[in-house]
């Protein structure tokens, strides 16, 4: 079992940036891949990006460039930098994790981008 806590959501003007956390605590040693989905209203879960156990990222089309993921493993924490924001990325963006052949998810944190 893996439990993921979201942190960092919140408000922001266009152009701005925020940071999101994830932190993970359980069986983290068997983590293969975190990142971090998001879902607006009336639209489907979309993958934002993703860093494997070798630290491969990969990134969504609409966010390559603009956000970044890294993580501490020290803190089994996963960070999602989001700079240059646009109301278009208004979301709540999940955590998620892949463990021992398990899909896990955080709660969710509201990110509000205002034009």
């Known amino acids: 079992q893996v439990q993921l806590v979201e942190s960092g959501g919140g408000l922001v003007q266009a152009g701005g940036s925020l940071r999101v956390s994830c932190a993970a605590s359980g069986s983290t040693s068997s983590l293969t891949a975190i990142g971090w989905y998001r879902q607006a209203p009336g639209k489907q879960r979309e993958r934002v990006a993703r860093?494997?156990?070798?630290?491969?990222?990969s990134y969504a089309d609409s966010v390559k460039g603009r956000f970044t993921i890294s993580r501490d493993s020290a803190k089994n924490t996963v960070y999602l930098q989001m700079n240059s924001l646009k109301p278009d990325d208004t979301a709540v963006y999940y955590c998620?994790?892949?463990?021992?052949?398990?899909?896990?998810w955080g709660q969710g944190t509201q990110v509000t981008v205002s034009s």
């Open positions: 998620h994790a892949i463990a021992g052949g398990y899909n896990y």
């Open positions: 860093i494997n156990v070798g630290g491969t990222t």
